[in-house]
């Protein structure tokens, strides 16, 4: 989470190396605050860290979306995915549509504040975690599109329950904590066709579901679509996924910075993402 300076207390726990505008090393990753350690980042003018709070760290969404309503929309996912591990074929819960319902509302409502991609990073890969985050930054993508608000829940739901299919992907193949080899990767590469078991929802969300991963140029997976032929709702899926999973800090390698992320989204338009 974010926290400005002014409200950094001690014994909060730094994300990030904390450097200074010249890039001095100012504090390690890890680093549990002091006093100390709060004054002397006052001195060198820092003017807000990245602290570990457990859980929910997508707070760099919180100009947009409150603490309470992220909560609430990943208690009820998580009872979504506990369930989808022994069911098939099941539906959104009346609860989860309006914990979505409530993240376009605020959404909408905060939306002349600035969207600031640069706030927007994940801490870490959980797939609450993961799912919320593509959650937010599809409704975001949906309002600039100009999208009306019915069109925009159901674009949250799908950004919610985009990687559903995951639950059926072993664990040790989901929390492997580097590269995967081929045959962990076939294995991964069937979670979007996991989904059609898992879900019964509207077609846009299906389609959300089961082609987030196809891309523009027919190169994707699992069924190698082309343009036209994905969906609407998983062409901005696909975007905030890729967007998301390569801004979130992995076990293996630090998150790629912002910028470098949005250039290779851009530079992909047309070939891979819908420009
Ligand atoms: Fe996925």
Redesign the pocket.
């Known amino acids: 989470m974010r926290v400005f300076l002014g409200d950094l207390q001690p014994g909060m726990k730094v994300v990030h190396d904390v450097r200074s505008r010249d890039s001095v090393l100012l504090l390690t990753a890890g680093t549990v605050l002091t006093s100390k350690h709060i004054a002397s980042l006052h001195k060198w003018e820092v003017s807000a860290v990245y602290v570990d709070m457990g859980f929910l760290p997508p707070a760099a969404f919180e100009p947009f979306v409150s603490l309470a309503t992220r909560q609430n929309v990943v208690r009820e996912l998580s009872d979504f995915l506990r369930r989808s591990e022994h069911s098939s074929h099941l539906c959104r819960t009346p609860a989860m549509e309006e914990a979505v319902v409530a993240i376009v509302d605020e959404v909408l409502r905060n939306r002349s504040s600035q969207f600031n991609l640069a706030e927007m990073r994940n801490y870490d890969e959980y797939l609450l975690s993961h799912s919320l985050g593509v959650c937010v930054l599809a409704v975001i993508t949906g309002v600039n599109l100009g999208w009306q608000r019915d069109k925009l829940v159901q674009l949250g739901l799908a950004g919610l329950l ?2 559903v ?2 639950v059926k992907v072993p664990r040790v193949i989901l929390l492997k904590p580097g590269p995967l080899n081929r045959r962990e990767w076939r294995e991964m590469r069937k ?2 066709i996991y989904a059609l078991d898992i879900l019964d929802e509207e077609s846009c969300i299906m389609d959300a579901a089961t082609q ?2 196809e891309t523009m140029d027919g190169g994707g997976y699992p069924y190698g679509l082309r343009e036209e032929a994905i969906g609407e709702f998983a062409r901005v899926i696909a975007i905030a ?1 890729v967007y998301d999973a390569m801004t979130a800090d992995r076990v293996y390698r630090r998150a790629v910075p912002v910028h470098e992320v949005l250039e290779i989204v851009y530079a992909s338009g047309g070939p891979r993402f819908d420009p």
Do not use: C, E, S, T
């Open positions: 985009h990687d299919g995951k979670h979007p987030h991963h996924d």
